[in-house]
């Protein structure tokens, strides 16, 4: 069974730092695509990092290139979304998610999700 579980999410001033973590488990990464997805209320879901298995870069939104950092540890089964010089507009709640390798970023491709966790940038 595929389980994906975010966490560290928060409250955080303007130009502050969070960094999330999405514990996995029921699949290998190597075989799928995973990312990280927003979503903010009246807002449609969006990608935020993508990669998929077979590549060793990620790909990001035009709005976080520069300030968000995909990782992951495969040991561990966990990937990471490093957050620095955050916005107001990065408001939302962030989802991580798994699909078929070929998924690029687009959410609708995703199959698996987690449950979520909130993330609110103060001004």
């Known amino acids: 069974e595929v389980q994906l579980v975010e966490s560290g999410g928060g409250l955080v001033q303007a130009g502050g730092s969070l960094r999330l973590s999405c514990a996995a488990s029921g699949f290998t990464f190597d075989d799928y695509a995973i990312g990280w997805f927003r979503q903010a209320p009246g807002k449609e879901r969006e990608g935020v990092s993508c990669i998929s298995g077979s590549d060793d870069s990620a790909i990001y939104a035009n709005s976080v290139k520069g300030r968000f950092t995909f990782s992951s540890d495969n040991a561990k089964n966990t990937v990471y979304l490093q957050m620095n010089s955050l916005k107001p507009e990065d408001t939302a709640v962030y989802y991580c998610?798994?699909?078929?390798?070929?998924?690029?970023?687009?959410?609708?491709?995703?199959?698996?999700w987690g449950q979520g966790t909130q993330v609110t940038v103060s001004s």
């Open positions: 998610a798994t699909g078929p390798s070929y998924a690029g970023c687009s959410w609708y491709q995703y199959d698996y």
